[in-house]
């Protein structure tokens, strides 16, 4: 290992091309949009956190992942119904604030 840690493996041509898109809208080279993403990353404290605990948790979700049944699952629209689906007139029917009641 060198001074900077491990080399890390090259992007495929089609994710450069979109780091490269996603440097170009911020415009920034796509080395330094990559390494301020990276610089970024190393301070969120979930990462962190998760860093932290990774021999111990990614073990226990890999488990538990590797364990539903997912061939079941209905990933379509109808699976995930509106849990409180509104009407035009529902809308309507809500107090205005700032009016007198």
Do not use: C
Request: avoid cysteine; proline fraction near 10%.
């Amino acid at each position: 290992m060198d001074q900077n840690g491990s080399q890390v493996p090259p992007f495929e041509p089609e994710e450069y091309a979109r780091v490269e898109a996603a440097a170009n809208i911020v415009g920034k080279s796509p080395e330094d949009f990559v390494r301020d993403a990276a610089l970024k990353a190393a301070d969120d404290p979930f990462l962190k956190a998760l860093g932290r605990t990774r021999d111990r948790v990614v073990p226990q979700l890999a488990e538990v992942f590797a364990t539903q049944d997912t061939s079941a699952a209905d990933t379509s629209t109808a699976a995930w119904p509106d849990p409180a689906p509104l009407g035009s007139r529902d809308l309507h029917e809500f107090p205005r604030h700032g009016h007198a009641a």
